[in-house]
């Protein structure tokens, strides 16, 4: 399995933007989907957006219009872009990638560490 590393969580403040990145230890042209889940304490995991190969988009109702899902394959990274965010967007966001939607949307395929985002009233 490919190898996930996230970073750019952090602290902001409601309303504000954070830029999450996931860089892949292979190529993300053989990757068919990479996206995005987040989960908070007691509830769970939750998909946030996914992106294809060929860059069709897929979001939650609850982030649409608000987030923006990209990838580079040259640079094997995918990007979650957050703007407007609200409280209720806390969360530890995990970055994921698999030849399929089933394989995504099942939650069977390659997993970051996680990176926590904290949005502050």
């Known amino acids: 399995q490919v190898q996930l590393v996230e970073t750019g969580g952090g602290l902001v403040q409601a309303g504000g933007s954070l830029r999450l990145s996931c860089a892949a230890s292979a190529s993300t042209s053989s990757i068919n989907i990479m996206g995005w889940y987040r989960q908070v304490p007691g509830k769970q995991r939750e998909l946030v957006a996914f992106i294809s190969s060929g860059g069709t988009t897929n979001y939650a109702d609850s982030v649409k219009g608000r987030f923006s899902i990209s990838r580079d394959n040259a640079k094997s990274t995918v990007y979650l872009q957050m703007n407007s965010l609200k409280p209720e967007d806390t969360a530890v966001y995990y970055c994921?990638?698999?030849?399929?939607?089933?394989?995504?949307?099942?939650?069977?395929?390659?997993w970051g560490q996680g990176t926590q985002v904290t949005v502050s009233p």
């Open positions: 994921t990638a698999g030849r399929s939607t089933v394989t995504v949307l099942a939650g069977r395929g390659s």
